[in-house]
């Protein structure tokens, strides 16, 4: 089931997400509407905060669905490492129409578990590092805006002012 996903001004947003202690049916419920809501936009990741529940569970497909093997299903995920930089544009299933420049790191080691409950560990890097680290970022409220200069930020946020004004939001 496809789900709504939530713009930027939508409080769900900006909050942490709290760790999932039951790994049910109904999670994986979750995570299949998810893998579905993502594919459907087309983005190459989310959130569950994006579509309005407050747990730490997220998905991600750099291919967005074009070759199989991609996807990843990570709950509870937590970055062990980091290293080197990356520069690049990003965007944002809840801030659609705007992409901005933001440093992420090369590579990174991530740990978390999937919907059964088993323990998954991967590294990753370049496109897939920034992506997870996208992703684990909305786990704790925090957004590519947040991540930007104050100058690009008000930008794009004064844009959307005005596209909530219009009801173009
Ligand atoms: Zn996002």
Known sequence: MIRPI??????????????????????????RDMLETMYAAPGIGLAAPQVGVNLRLLVVDISAGEEKGNQIILVNPEILEAEGEQKGEEGCLSIPGFTAMVDRPKRI??????????RIELEAEDLLARALCHEVDHLDGILYLDRISFFKRDLIKRKIRKLIRSGDW
């Not at 900006?14 to 049916?25: A, H, K, L, M, N």
């Not at 080691?109 to 088993?118: Q, V």
């Open 6 to 31: 939530l713009k930027f001004g939508a409080a769900e947003l900006q909050r942490e997400s709290e760790p999932v202690e039951t790994f049910d049916g109904k999670l994986r419920d979750l995570a």
């Open 109 to 118: 080691r991530i740990a978390g578990r999937d919907t059964r409950g088993n």
